[in-house]
């Protein structure tokens, strides 16, 4: 089996043709990540605005909330435990 040789000028128009379908990979992916955030902060979302529609921004910025929430409780929680 001879070795393919790739000119130059044949290397960048492959990137170009592969860019598209690797950004389009991330995309999905990063979409596929908040929805399952979306997934998991649906039901206490609802509780606060059940008619609004969940847009991705507002999902990060509620999961960003609920981890600093949980994370101040998990301090506090410490916090608590040495002093007794």
């Known amino acids: 089996m001879t070795p ?3 000119s130059k000028e044949q290397l960048p128009l492959n990137n170009k043709l592969r860019k598209p379908r690797v950004e389009k990979m991330h ?3 990063i979409n596929s ?3 399952q955030l979306k997934c998991l902060l649906a039901p206490e979302f ?3 605005q059940p008619d609004s529609k969940l847009e991705k921004a507002d999902i990060l910025e ?5 981890l ?3 994370c101040c409780q ?3 929680l410490q916090v608590c435990t040495k002093m007794r």
């Open 27 to 29: 995309r999905d992916h």
């Open 62 to 66: 509620m999961t960003l909330n609920f």
């Open 33 to 35: 990540s908040i929805e």
């Open 46 to 48: 609802l509780k606060q």
């Open 68 to 70: 600093q929430f949980t």
């Open 4 to 6: 393919t040789i790739i």
């Open 74 to 76: 998990s301090r506090l």
